[in-house]
């Protein structure tokens, strides 16, 4: 339809582009989407009827959150090389942040392993289960979707399908894996450190 | 990309010699903002006349003491609906609707920033209402009997849990409601967008008509609000389906922290959908006063501090759960201090009449009554914010009556007057004046019948959602009474109809400026095109048709 | 307008609410109150109500001035009228002046607040467990280790003798809500937490109240009736309830077939096989006058209807029906009757 096209041209000069303050509104939806479940494991911390408790089973993810991180500083990397149309630096920069968002993903599937075989606790074990699982698997669903998305991207740049003007529309995605490591370490200082 | 600078010759004719499937299929695949507006108004009528009937049968209940017209669960179910229809299903969309129809009209653009996103969002919501209304014929499964939701619309665990609530219908509740505020979350996304970026030449944000300034406060407060209901809905579908613990009070859980979360929804919600009346009045009171409005930067300022001030009044509808001193006084006085900026609001209005030449014509109507109506209920809810009186008022039907005073008379009443001001600029026809003033005197008749009555109800004892109430209470006059009072509101509705109708009948040409107003949507044609302005307009002042209509003493001047 | 017309003629329903015989139900209005703390917020309200009528009649005199002084006149030149744009003395004067009222209406409020809800008890207070279950009441009185149902009698509290009640509420199921507009406000009934609320009552009768939380099918049965007696017809009203359950000899037979059924399940009858904790305690079932949580009289016609079909008077009821032949259902209600 042409009307979706008609806005792009001929806005009004700006200093937000409709892209990131669209970009911008949903992280701030996100962010109070995940306060909730933030609010909702800090008030139930230590209210558990029985075992087991965060203090004896959680160990502090060091090397997923270090992989998270660094995946953050790659992205960035390669959205500056695309503004320089160094396609295929950006693309290598790329395909190393869906490496080590891939990484943690594992690293987090070993944890959950560990936690439901070795020590048994389920979402429905107790509040604790409850509020770790659907907090952790809601941050770890984001980190998928973006991953899902940064694959697509990488895709279409082996292809030979993204350049210099598409710059924006990665970097808005770029802002979305930021947030997406800010929420972590909000994720981690409430779990593994206020937590225990 | 050609047609977007001119109609292309022929396309009207060919538009109308059109089959009716095409039609169909414009309005289906549409994304043009205009369109999805009208989808979303019209969508919201349409389940505005069925939550009506909802009402309607719980007062022909209600109306006699021991009534059995209604079985409880019936009963329960209605309540539950109507509830949750006229919150999510009504108000959300109309609100929405109104705010993609003229958002892009009165900031001089040509679409939303996401017309895509803005068609998606619609049909979100469609089928969230659509599966809400499912779960009569489905939630038993397709072979039972169906059952709608019957735990209240605001589900209280654990009451809503699956050891109270058993079967599906809580589910249909919890799904259809969290589809729909995709919908609402992706529209507020796409009005932030576009009254940020995509503004004409010289109008800055403090040239801004307010109805857009209001509608990116509340755009805000959706963006803020709604994620902690889709979070807690996503909660109580864990409790329900995969044996979480959230609201299990058996394993330790807090029945009570639903409650926060949900009306830390439930609150700014209301100014969500409160605020918007408050635009279609600042818009419609100054041009039927024939003067500017009183005010612009204090009526920005206020409803941005009623932004800011909703989200820590939640708790003062949860008084009576116990919670301590402290925090009684503190939601307590919280809650008072929004009547601050409220009151700024309604002084700015009365001042704004002050001096005009007020032309009462149907929207004027509807503007007036809703000054008093809602002095009424602002009042009423400083009676709720007072802590011990709440402890006697919550839960009664004095909040019943408070919250119809906030949502008919306040809101419903501005959104009648919504729709006979911009209906002549959304089809370039005239609604019957006649049609309007009934509309108007019936519905106001029997908006008072039922609703002022409500208050004594509550004072007297009575508390809501009870489907049938003993004959010695001494309710029984005031039940009568506001059972009557439907008779009027929905003869009332029943001339809005017609008057809708009968324009599409009679067709009286509007013009482009039938009320000599002054913002940008007036200076196009009704209906507007598809490129809604031939020319990207450039404004100079809050009122660029004031300006150009009196040359000798533009606005700019003085602002 | 009507605002002021309504608040009189609440006054009036209250006066006449008040002078009400006794024994006949009362309507439950906040503005009868024969209750400390519902004096209290009666007080408090009527203060609130005066403030807020004030505000209105000015504010709505203003609206009515201007849209009667300013309206458009068949005459009118076509002229527009002269714009005025803002004023911020006339604006900053109409936000100073709802602060103050707000300030002071906050003072007053947190004033109010701390006096009901109050930690300290004074000697002699009586302790009630209030358990609310969907959908009737279970009262318990820990001093007397007595357990009754749907009609909570407590004493009156005199000057010289104060006898105020302080209830425990908790809950078995969802949330409920305890409200007896005339004794106090309400004050809601949550499981996994204890609540509590105070009645310090100044005038015998009964007075009615109920549920005011939504809490499923028949949250509109379940009704709530306080008897507020002298000391004197309290203490006699606690012994009879302390005694085991009447045995009447010529009823063993009746008696023997109650043991018999899934009744003892759910029920207690002290003395008697029958010790279930899920359904109100039957002791002294004739002592209440209502069946049902409220539903209806309590006589041996409605006993009836009730134990072969719970679902008639109070469709959705979690008394399942027994199945019981007509025969018996007449038995075990002549057991029931001689309850005392």
């Keep these: 339809m042409s009307q979706a096209v008609v806005s792009a041209q001929d806005t009004a000069p700006r200093d937000w582009t409709r892209g990131q303050v669209g970009m911008l509104s949903l992280i701030l939806a996100e962010t109070s989407f995940f306060g909730v479940f933030l609010v909702a494991y800090l008030f139930y911390i230590g209210r558990s009827l029985n075992g087991p408790y965060p203090e004896d089973v959680l160990e502090l993810p060091l090397l997923a959150t270090g992989c998270l991180l660094a995946s953050s500083a790659t992205i960035g990397l390669a959205v500056r090389e695309l503004a320089r149309e160094r396609v295929a630096r950006f693309a290598a920069g790329l395909f190393a942040t869906v490496v080590l968002g891939g990484a943690f993903l594992v690293l987090t599937a070993l944890e959950w392993q560990r936690l439901i075989v070795d020590h048994g606790l389920t979402l429905s074990t107790n509040l604790f289960g409850t509020t770790y699982y659907s907090l952790v698997g809601f941050h770890a669903a984001h980190v998928c979707i973006g991953l899902l998305l940064m694959i697509g991207v990488l895709a279409l740049a082996v292809r030979g399908h993204v350049h210099r003007q598409h710059t924006e529309r990665v970097d808005l995605l770029s802002w979305y894996w930021h947030f997406v490591d800010v929420v972590w370490l909000a994720v981690l200082s409430v779990v593994y450190v206020v937590g225990v | ?559 | 307008m009507t605002r002021l017309g309504c608040a009189l003629a609440l006054l009036l329903v209250g006066i006449a609410a008040r002078a009400a015989e006794p024994g006949a139900v009362q309507t439950p209005s906040i503005f009868a109150p024969v209750s400390a703390p519902s004096e209290a917020i009666a007080d408090y309200a009527a203060l609130v109500i005066g403030i807020c009528g004030a505000i209105f009649a000015v504010v709505v005199a203003l609206i009515v001035v201007a849209m009667v002084r300013f309206r458009a006149r068949a005459d009118d030149d076509g002229r527009e009228p002269p714009q005025v744009y803002a004023s911020n003395q006339i604006e900053l004067a109409w936000t100073v002046l709802p602060i103050l009222i707000v300030f002071v209406l906050g003072l007053v409020t947190a004033r109010t607040i701390l006096a009901l809800q109050k930690d300290e008890r004074p000697e002699g207070w009586l302790e009630v467990t209030a358990i609310g279950h969907q959908w009737w009441w279970e009262f318990h009185y820990p001093e007397y280790d007595i357990t009754t149902a749907n009609e909570l009698h407590i004493p009156l509290s005199q000057a010289e003798a104060r006898r105020p009640t302080f209830l425990n509420l908790q809950s078995q199921d969802v949330i409920h809500s305890f409200w007896v507009p005339q004794l106090s406000g309400k004050t809601d009934v949550v499981p996994n937490r204890t609540n509590h609320m105070w009645m310090e009552p100044t005038q015998p009768g009964l007075y009615v109240g109920q549920c005011a939380e939504y809490c499923g099918t028949q949250h509109a049965n379940m009704l709530l009736r306080v008897v507020v007696e002298t000391r004197d017809e309290f203490e006699r009203w606690v012994e009879r309830q302390q005694r085991p359950a009447v045995a009447d000899a010529s009823l063993a037979d009746e008696r023997a077939l109650f043991e018999r059924t899934a009744c003892i399940n759910c029920h207690q009858v002290r003395g008697t096989l029958a010790d279930g904790r899920f359904g109100p305690d039957l002791t002294h079932l004739m002592s209440r006058a209502t069946l049902g949580s409220g539903v209806a009289l309590n006589n041996r016609a409605n006993l009836i209807d009730w134990i072969a079909h719970p679902d008639h008077l109070k469709p959705g009821a979690r008394m399942p029906a027994m199945q019981l032949s007509p025969a018996q259902v007449e038995r075990v209600a002549d057991y029931l009757v001689s309850l005392e």
């Design chain 2, 1 to 559: 990309m050609a047609a977007i600078d001119g109609p292309a010759p022929g396309v009207a004719e060919r538009a109308r010699s059109r089959g009716w499937t095409e039609t169909l299929h414009d309005w289906v695949a549409t994304v043009d903002h205009k369109k999805l507006g009208l989808l979303y108004i019209g969508a919201g009528i349409v389940f505005f006349l069925i939550g009506g009937l909802e009402a309607a049968a719980m007062r022909w209940q209600l109306a006699f003491p021991d009534n059995d017209a209604l079985a409880p669960d019936t009963f329960n179910r209605l309540f539950t609906m109507h509830g949750t229809t006229m919150v999510f299903l009504v108000g959300m969309p109309i609100i929405t609707g109104f705010g993609n129809y003229l958002i892009p009209l009165m900031i001089g653009a040509r679409d939303m920033a996401f017309p895509r996103l803005n068609a998606w969002g619609f049909w979100m919501f469609a089928f969230g209402g659509l599966l809400l209304y499912f779960s009569y014929f489905g939630s038993t499964g397709l072979y039972g009997a169906g059952s709608a939701p019957d735990v209240g619309w605001f589900a209280y665990a654990p009451l809503a849990g699956k050891a109270f609530s058993r079967g599906n219908a809580t589910d249909y509740w919890i799904l259809g409601i969290l589809i729909s505020g995709f919908g609402s979350l992706s529209g507020a996304i796409n009005m932030i967008a576009t009254a940020f970026t995509m503004r004409c030449k010289g109008m800055t944000l403090g040239r801004m008509p307010l109805l857009v300034w209001m509608m990116v406060v509340v755009s805000f407060l959706i963006l803020i609000a709604m994620p902690p209901l889709t979070a807690a809905q996503v909660m109580l579908l864990f409790d329900r389906f995969l044996g979480a613990r959230f609201f299990d009070t058996q394993a330790g859980g807090d029945a009570v922290l639903w409650q926060h979360f949900f009306w830390f929804f439930g609150h700014p919600e209301v100014y969500i959908l409160m605020i918007p009346g408050f635009a279609y009045v600042s818009e419609i009171i100054p041009v039927f006063s024939r003067k500017v409005i009183f005010g612009y930067a204090a009526m920005v300022a206020a409803t941005v501090a009623i932004g800011f001030l909703s989200f820590g009044v939640w708790a003062h509808h949860m008084f009576a759960v116990g919670m301590g001193k402290g925090l009684n006084i503190w939601f307590g006085a919280i809650t008072m201090v929004v009547a601050v900026p409220t009151g700024i609001k309604l002084f700015n209005w009365i001042a704004t009449l002050y001096g005009g030449k007020i032309r009462f014509r149907v929207p004027m109507l509807f503007c007036s009554a809703f000054l008093m109506q809602f002095l009424l209920a602002g009042l009423t809810g400083i009676m709720l914010a007072s802590v011990p009186f709440d402890w006697q008022l919550s839960d009664s039907y004095f909040v019943v009556a408070h919250f119809h005073y906030v949502l008919i008379g306040g809101l419903l009443f501005t959104i009648f007057a919504a729709v006979y001001y911009w209906f002549p600029k959304m089809t370039g026809l005239m609604l019957s004046e006649t049609l309007g003033r009934w509309h108007f005197w019936l519905f106001l008749l029997g908006f008072h019948l039922t609703f002022t009555t409500m208050h004594v109800q509550g004072l007297l004892g009575m508390p809501r959602r009870i489907y049938t109430y003993p004959a010695d209470r001494g309710w029984e006059i005031w039940n009568l009474v506001s059972s009557l009072g439907v008779v009027f509101q929905a003869a009332g509705v029943v001339c809005f109809i017609a008057a809708i109708a009968l324009a599409f009948r009679r067709r009286v040409p509007a013009g482009d400026d039938p009320w000599d107003a002054w913002t940008l949507e007036w200076s196009t044609s009704s209906p507007p095109p598809a490129y809604n302005f031939a020319e990207r307009p450039e404004v100079r002042s809050r009122r660029p048709l004031w300006d150009q209509k009196h040359p000798d003493d533009p606005d700019w001047k003085y602002e």
